[in-house]
């Protein structure tokens, strides 16, 4: 297995276990019996671990390689999916998706910081392709949720088999990164004040990334309480969507080629928000789940492109890491702001506001990628002078 291909595997497992963990969400509320809001606050309590993690991750990541930092955050992570399944009060699932959040964090910075090294060292775009993996992983994890359902098996038995399948994997996968270095390559470390168009990328990574959880963290619960679908069908809110974003990220690399990272951010995002106002209007199930694999296909390259814009802003290192902690913040942020303000004004209109958030992403794409190729010029021009 070459470092390539184990770096999607390691995006796959990420995604596996997040899908594993979304399309439970409904039934860990349900077993406690708690508001929208309660749940949007224990995701921020997921959302807090997380928040402290990244930043302490990028340092790590300063020190020691992304290979190393990838695999160790892997095996802490993997088993952590009980401690929420199983969590027998609203506070101790705070409590645990503290933990759970820091663990997938780091992972996260980790895995996406070595796929940019590996990106550099083979010397043309694999970014989509690697998140084709996180999709196809989230795929996979909710639908063996749905699959338990469907056959009446215990959503906590499947998601502590899923876990453990997934840590034995892991432990394969991981071994296999490769050496390629995640450091900045001016060696400058931590964060470096952005520019303007590093700014703007990072802004729209926000408002992609707060997008893509609200997806995950909300398509089931608004599937099931919302439109009556049944325990298994709404599972398949988030599997669907994970499968138009792996199905779009198979073929992201090649069209960046061919139209551009601006069309292709802006022509996606245009897509995200028709879909998405098509589910909400309409609010059929099965429309639903048809919408959310279009939102999927739409969003799917975002954030892979935003990416490798910031990558290509000198001093690339700084541009990444500014633009990661931006949009990992509206990641972990968003879906609880929709949980609090869907018990204020219910959860379809807060749904509502994301369509704003994709148009604004779709007016705005092709000016990051002008913003991207000016930063990277301005810094060549000096130089040559």
């Given at each position: 297995?070459?470092?390539?291909?184990?770096?999607?595997?390691a995006?796959?497992l990420n995604?596996a276990?997040?899908?594993?963990?979304?399309?439970?969400?409904?039934?860990?509320?349900?077993?406690?019996?708690?508001?929208?809001a309660?749940?949007?606050?224990?995701?921020?309590?997921?959302?807090?671990g997380?928040?402290i993690a990244?930043?302490?991750?990028?340092?790590?990541?300063?020190?020691?390689?992304?290979?190393l930092?990838t695999r160790?955050?892997?095996?802490?992570?993997l088993?952590?999916?009980?401690?929420?399944?199983?969590?027998?009060?609203?506070?101790l699932?705070?409590?645990?998706l503290v933990?759970?959040?820091?663990a997938?964090?780091a992972?996260?910075?980790a895995?996406n910081a070595?796929g940019?090294a590996?990106?550099r060292?083979?010397?043309?775009?694999i970014?989509?392709s690697?998140?084709?993996?996180?999709?196809?992983?989230g795929l996979?994890?909710?639908g063996?949720?749905?699959l338990?359902?469907?056959l009446?098996v215990?959503?906590?038995a499947?998601?502590?088999?899923?876990?453990?399948?997934?840590?034995?994997?892991?432990?394969a996968?991981?071994?296999r990164l490769g050496s390629?270095?995640?450091?900045?390559?001016?060696?400058s470390?931590?964060f470096?004040?952005?520019?303007?168009?590093v700014?703007?990328?990072?802004?729209?990574?926000?408002?992609?990334?707060?997008?893509?959880?609200a997806?995950?963290?909300?398509?089931?619960?608004?599937?099931?309480?919302?439109?009556?679908a049944s325990?298994?069908?709404?599972?398949?809110?988030?599997?669907?969507?994970s499968?138009?974003?792996?199905?779009?990220?198979?073929?992201?690399?090649?069209?960046?080629?061919?139209?551009?990272?601006?069309?292709?951010l802006?022509?996606?995002?245009?897509?995200?928000t028709?879909?998405?106002?098509s589910v909400?209007l309409?609010?059929?199930?099965v429309?639903?789940?048809?919408?959310f694999?279009?939102?999927?296909v739409g969003?799917?390259?975002?954030?892979?492109?935003?990416?490798?814009a910031?990558?290509?802003?000198?001093?690339s290192?700084?541009?990444?890491?500014?633009?990661?902690?931006?949009g990992?913040?509206?990641?972990?942020v968003?879906?609880?702001?929709?949980g609090?303000?869907a018990?204020?004004?219910?959860?379809?209109?807060?749904?509502?506001?994301?369509?704003?958030a994709?148009?604004?992403?779709?007016?705005?794409g092709?000016?990051?990628?002008?913003?991207?190729?000016?930063?990277?010029r301005?810094?060549?021009?000096?130089?040559?002078?």
């Open positions: 297995m070459t470092p390539r291909w184990a770096t999607f595997g995006f796959f995604g276990m997040i899908g594993t963990w979304v399309a439970q969400i409904a039934f860990v509320q349900d077993r406690l019996d708690v508001s929208k309660t749940i949007g606050l224990a995701l921020l309590c997921m959302a807090t997380a928040m990244m930043p302490l991750t990028g340092q790590i990541l300063d020190r020691r390689s992304s290979a930092v160790t955050a892997a095996l802490v992570y088993p952590l999916l009980a401690l929420p399944l199983f969590a027998p009060s609203p506070v699932l705070g409590l645990a933990a759970f959040g820091a997938n964090g992972m996260d910075v895995m070595h940019v590996v990106e060292t083979i010397g043309k775009p970014m989509s690697l998140h084709a993996g996180w999709s196809f992983g996979a994890g909710s063996g949720v749905a338990a359902i469907a009446g215990d959503p906590r499947e998601g502590v088999v899923a876990s453990g399948v997934l840590w034995l994997m892991a432990l996968i991981t071994a390629a270095s995640a450091h900045s390559e001016d060696g470390g931590g470096a004040l952005p520019s303007r168009g700014l703007l990328i990072g802004a729209l990574c926000f408002l992609v990334m707060v997008t893509e959880g997806m995950g963290d909300w398509s089931g619960i608004y599937l099931k309480n919302d439109l009556g325990g298994s069908a709404a599972a398949t809110g988030f599997a669907g969507f499968l138009g974003m792996a199905l779009a990220r198979i073929t992201g690399d090649e069209l960046n080629r061919r139209w551009g990272a601006g069309r292709l802006s022509g996606g995002m245009a897509l995200v028709v879909a998405l106002a909400l309409i609010g059929e199930p429309v639903a789940v048809i919408g694999a279009l939102i999927g969003i799917a390259n975002a954030v892979p492109l935003l990416f490798s910031a990558g290509r802003v000198p001093p290192g700084p541009s990444l890491a500014a633009v990661f902690t931006v990992y913040t509206g990641f972990i968003g879906p609880p702001l929709i609090v303000l018990d204020a004004i219910s959860l379809p209109a807060a749904l509502g506001v994301l369509c704003a994709g148009l604004a992403v779709t007016l705005l092709g000016r990051a990628a002008a913003a991207e190729e000016g930063a990277r301005a810094a060549v021009q000096p130089e040559a002078a």
